[in-house]
């Protein structure tokens, strides 16, 4: 059974963590490995009653997390916050579920369409899921 509110602080850490260090979800997810993934689904409920700051910084100094040159802060000046990615993500997961919610998450968040989504000068985030969903099934913007 997934849980969906496990799902969406799983997503919203990766977004937070991949601004932190500049880094993209790809990169985060490469260093964090599934185990890492699967790890943070595991104690969400826990870690979402912490500072998402300190459970950051745990996790960069336990996969050694170097910073990267990915800083999407310094290219826009309004952008969603994690938590509204964390949400276009989840609800991306949980239809693209292949009954390993750990391995979706992975192939979702390693996709191309994040890169895309990243993109605050086009509209795709603020799509509807469905259309997004297309898109990433048919592999490219619709």
């Not at 059974?1 to 937070?16: A, G, K, P, Q, V």
């Not at 993209?24 to 790890?39: C, E, F, P």
């Not at 943070?40 to 870690?47: F, N, S």
């Amino acid at each position: 059974m997934i849980r969906e509110n496990d799902l969406f602080y799983t997503c919203s850490f990766i977004e937070y963590l991949a601004r932190k260090t500049n880094n993209t979800k790809k990169d985060i997810i490469n260093y964090l490995t599934k185990d890492g993934i699967a790890k943070i689904y595991e104690l969400a409920d826990i870690y979402h009653c912490e500072d998402i700051n300190q459970v950051c910084d745990e996790w960069i100094n336990k996969c050694h997390i170097k910073t990267g040159k990915y800083n999407l802060m310094e290219k826009y000046h309004n952008i969603p916050s994690y938590y509204d990615l964390g949400k276009v993500y989840k609800r991306l997961i949980l239809m693209v579920n292949k009954n390993n919610i750990i391995d979706t998450i992975v192939e979702v968040l390693s996709s191309w369409l994040i890169l895309k989504i990243d993109n605050y000068d086009s509209s795709l985030y603020y799509e509807n899921k469905d259309y997004i969903y297309e898109c990433y099934q048919k592999g490219e913007i619709l």
